[in-house]
């Protein structure tokens, strides 16, 4: 049964138009520096999906689904001195960073923001809604990804009551 994710990415830095725009939809995720978020991404299995989340947006915002589609292998980004990624503490005998493939799978009929998370009574507990919560990579439960699909899919009047 696959499990579900939150990925934050700055739509500067690497959007889901990005990732839609790749060969077969699908790229790396590369360049987590922390040890939290990358274990949970060495947790991912294939098959694993996704809410890509654009940080650093006006408003911040679920922009669309993606599923894992390589499990966790060492970062080549970490080894690269003219990567801003770099860790020379990190030795392809010992790779201290790891990422996942990724692939888009839909864009979501609209975005969900940030205030509309906080404010769904259902999504109290998701880690994204928590203050203070910065990880770049988070598990979220099924019924929390089902609520945020279920959100996307909103239209109006509906959704500002």
Not at 51 to 65: C, D, N, R
């Amino acid at each position: 049964m696959p499990r579900h994710w939150l990925m934050k990415s700055e739509p500067s830095v690497f959007s889901f138009d990005d990732l839609l725009a790749r060969p077969g939809k699908t790229d790396g995720w590369e360049g987590v520096r922390n040890y939290q978020a990358r274990n949970h991404m060495m947790a991912m299995k294939e098959g694993d999906r996704v809410l890509f989340y654009h940080s650093g947006a006006e408003p911040p915002h679920v922009a669309g689904l993606a599923e894992v589609v390589r499990e966790a292998y060492p970062d080549h980004t970490a080894l690269d001195p003219k990567s801003r990624y770099y860790d020379p503490r990190s030795a392809p005998s010992a790779p201290r960073w790891h990422m996942v493939d990724v692939r888009a799978v839909s864009r979501l009929p609209r975005p969900v923001s940030l205030p509309e998370l906080k404010a769904n009574p259902r999504l109290k507990k998701m880690l994204i809604v928590q203050k203070g919560q910065r990880l770049s990579v988070q598990p979220v439960t099924k019924e929390e990804f089902g609520e945020v699909v279920r959100m996307a899919k909103e239209t109006g009047r509906r959704r500002n009551r």
